[in-house]
């Protein structure tokens, strides 16, 4: 049986890595089933009227950050309280989605998938500069540090961090002293910084309606 989060993919046509080591693989199920649910493998997708396609772009970034629609919603509106101020919105909206510490967490490679960090964020296992935060959501900022809670260092997922850590490529705007076991955040990235499978002034179109 295909997975509910296997099935996100498929419908929106592009691969979100929702489930971390899997999607990776050969199991896929974009791979072995690219096409939407329901449909025949060689069945076209129905072409998209325009705020179709803005819609689909819309849930393509709200289902890869794992955020609710009330939450996307109010990140989106922030950022156009700013629009045609010379801000950059896109990569401001990108900056509020990273910087929150389910995805910090994803990030430094600590979890899997980001529904994996937000367990772990929820249940307590991370310091932000020394004080316990358990809200998914909670907005990170440049210089912040990111450790591991002295109580939850041995939690398998967590136990073994400079090993994970040999084998991840960090971001380049993030970093990570593993004599001190803890993450930073030198600074927010940009949209350049991140390969958002989304095209986002659709989502802002989409707002604007």
């Known amino acids: ?9 498929r419908r929106l046509g592009e691969k979100l890595f929702l489930k971390g080591d899997k999607c990776m693989s050969a199991k896929c199920a974009m ?16 072409a998209l009227t325009e705020f179709g396609r803005e819609m689909r772009e819309k ?14 919603k109010k990140y989106v509106f922030e950022v156009m309280e ?7 919105v896109v990569s401001s909206l990108i900056q509020k989605l990273e910087s929150r510490l389910d995805n ?19 249940h307590g296992h991370f310091l932000v500069n020394g004080k316990k935060v358990d809200v998914p959501s909670y907005r990170t900022k440049a210089n912040d540090i990111i450790s591991v809670r002295p109580g939850s260092k041995g939690k398998e997922n967590l136990k073994d961090l400079i090993g994970v850590m040999k084998k991840y490529s960090l971001p380049k705007w993030l970093s990570f002293d593993e004599n001190k076991l803890e993450g930073k955040i030198i600074r927010l990235p940009s949209a350049e910084d991140i390969q958002v499978p989304a095209e986002i002034s659709s989502i802002f179109e989409h707002y604007s309606r």
Do not use: H
């Open 104 to 122: 910090i967490v994803f990030r430094m490679g600590w979890a899997k998938s980001r529904s994996q960090a937000r367990l772990l964020v929820t």
């Open 82 to 88: 700013n629009r045609g101020k010379g801000v950059d």
């Open 31 to 46: 791979v072995k089933r690219p096409f939407a649910p329901g449909q025949k493998a060689k069945k076209r997708r129905s």
């Open 1 to 9: 049986m295909i997975n509910a989060k296997c099935k996100i993919c």
């Open 59 to 72: 849930q393509k970034a709200k289902k890869w950050y794992n955020v609710s629609e009330l939450q996307f």
